[in-house]
């Protein structure tokens, strides 16, 4: 379901691509309306619904597109006005209707343009941005944003006639209504837009938002039981009128945040619209609009919850992240120097509880400064990755290979012992010979040495011992290729 239903949106995004930018500004515009009509059925007021999705789009928008999104936002916000007259009856003269339109315009996109400007500055001074970080911002931008176009919204239909003077309670369910909004639907939009503008990636605090098709069954099966906590939730507050009923709805932070901490972030964000949609569309279809306000609160402080989670998940991958800058040469992808010691001493532990012999075998390149002085470091650097290609092809899987510095390597061969591990060297002599040298068409040229690890004897006794024996071919000048054992 998820796999077709995206690949459906991400087949629209390149037919966007490969077209002109008007088809994107009309896609937008298409989705603006619409959301704006389904919000508008959802009113339990007038002008207050019980969530405001086209903040949440318009936010989204602007973080990802700039002021170049206003050639769009504008003229829809005009053109609801006119829609907003025909569901009211408020038959107002065009003019008037145009004036209001320009005004409720400007203080919209202008509420929702500074936020994500502040957000984007504020994010992009941290050149690694961490996911509490950009989560606390985006917060503060949704809730002062959606405050200021309450507000400004407010006296600018007062100022053109579209209202009567305000109550002093309608500005808390605009309010909430367009938090709600941004709140649950930017991250969502964010991700549907980042196709079309990767660059945004870098700051959103280590946070991926491109779908996934892996594992949708399970990922289904948790947005069912979600659903059924709406249901149950609703149903019981419409079956027995009580208005403490709807505050069991808080209790969805619990499934949501294993949603949060078990998939990827496109889909925390997915579950939380999903839920969202669901609790405004059956508050209205139950008619339980009176506690409206709570269920209000309840998608905003359960929406602010699960973005925080998103921490989690986060910091595990930049843990794993940082494990493997530890574990891996970032040049070859052989092992460090201190993880390579550290799988080696787990293998011969192993290996001698079965009985079985272990070799060292320790090589370098010859003449490598002078490849560097002479070619570049690039010319270097693609000698080192052809050389630890070749080990790999040429080595077993159960081979552990490291890089001890610069262009020297360490093999552990588990399973050989000397006379094994030594025809191990010369097959890999022969095969490192067959790689092209920059400057004069000679062959790679290196040196060997091998040890067997005896009995009591570490890792780092048989490494020395191995790295003695590669000094000592080099300092007694017998051919560089020579395998010494």
């Given at each position: ?350 290996s001698r509880s079965q009985g079985l012999p272990v070799s060292l075998l320790v090589m370098d390149i010859d003449r490598f400064k002078a490849i560097n002085d002479g070619y570049g470091h690039a010319a270097g650097d693609q000698i080192l990755l052809n050389l630890v290609r070749t080990l790999r092809h040429q080595l077993r899987q159960s081979d552990l290979i490291g890089r001890f510095g610069g ?15 030594e025809a191990t060297a010369d097959r890999l002599r022969r095969a490192l010979t067959e790689l092209r040298m920059p400057g004069p068409e000679l062959g790679l040229s290196v040196s060997f040495g091998v040890a067997a690890i005896g009995d009591g004897e570490s890792i780092m006794e048989a490494f020395r011992r191995a790295d003695e024996r590669l000094l000592a071919a080099k300092r007694s000048r ?8």
């Amino acid at each position: 379901m998820e796999q077709n239903h995206f690949g459906r949106l991400r087949a629209l995004a390149h037919l966007g691509t490969g077209r002109s930018a008007a088809f994107r500004y009309v896609a937008l515009a298409i989705a603006w309306l619409v959301l704006w009509r389904l919000s508008a059925l959802m009113q339990y007021d007038p002008h207050a619904s019980l969530w405001f999705p086209p903040a949440g789009l318009s936010l989204a928008a602007l973080l990802v597109m700039g002021w170049r999104a206003l050639p769009v936002l504008v003229p829809c916000a005009i053109a609801v006005t006119f829609w907003i007259d025909r569901i009211y009856g408020t038959h107002l003269p065009a003019r008037e209707l145009l004036a209001s339109g320009v005004l409720f315009a400007t203080v919209h996109c202008l509420s929702y343009g500074l936020g994500a400007l502040v957000m984007r500055r504020t994010i992009r001074r941290n050149t690694s941005p961490s996911t509490p970080t950009v989560v606390t911002t985006f917060l503060l931008v949704s809730a002062l944003a959606s405050l200021c176009a309450t507000v400004l919204g407010i006296r600018a239909l007062e100022a053109t006639g579209m209202i009567a003077p305000s109550t002093p309670s309608l500005w808390l369910p605009w309010w909430i209504g367009d938090l709600a909004g941004a709140l649950v639907l930017t991250p969502l939009f964010v991700g549907l837009l980042s196709w079309r503008y990767p660059q945004i990636e870098p700051w959103l605090g280590g946070l991926s938002f491109l779908p996934q098709t892996r594992g949708s069954g399970t990922y289904a099966g948790k947005l069912a039981l979600e659903m059924l906590v709406v249901v149950v939730v609703l149903a019981a507050d419409a079956y027995f009128h009580s208005p403490e009923t709807a505050f069991a709805m808080f209790f969805l932070i619990l499934p949501q945040m294993w949603v949060v901490y078990t998939e990827s972030p496109f889909r925390g964000a997915l579950s939380i619209a999903l839920v969202s949609t669901a609790i405004a569309v059956l508050v209205a279809l139950f008619g339980i609009t009176r506690e409206a306000l709570v269920y209000q609160f309840a998608i905003c402080v359960i929406a602010a919850s699960a973005y925080f989670g998103f921490a989690v998940p986060a910091l595990v991958a930049q843990n794993r992240h940082l494990s493997e800058l530890a574990a891996t040469d970032g040049l070859t992808g052989a092992a460090t120097k201190t993880h390579f010691f550290e799988c080696s001493e787990r293998e011969l532990a192993d290996s001698r509880s079965q009985g079985l012999p272990v070799s060292l075998l320790v090589m370098d390149i010859d003449r490598f400064k002078a490849i560097n002085d002479g070619y570049g470091h690039a010319a270097g650097d693609q000698i080192l990755l052809n050389l630890v290609r070749t080990l790999r092809h040429q080595l077993r899987q159960s081979d552990l290979i490291g890089r001890f510095g610069g262009d020297e390597f360490m093999v552990l061969l588990p399973g050989l012992a000397l006379d094994r591990a030594e025809a191990t060297a010369d097959r890999l002599r022969r095969a490192l010979t067959e790689l092209r040298m920059p400057g004069p068409e000679l062959g790679l040229s290196v040196s060997f040495g091998v040890a067997a690890i005896g009995d009591g004897e570490s890792i780092m006794e048989a490494f020395r011992r191995a790295d003695e024996r590669l000094l000592a071919a080099k300092r007694s000048r017998r051919p560089a290729d020579e395998v010494i054992t």
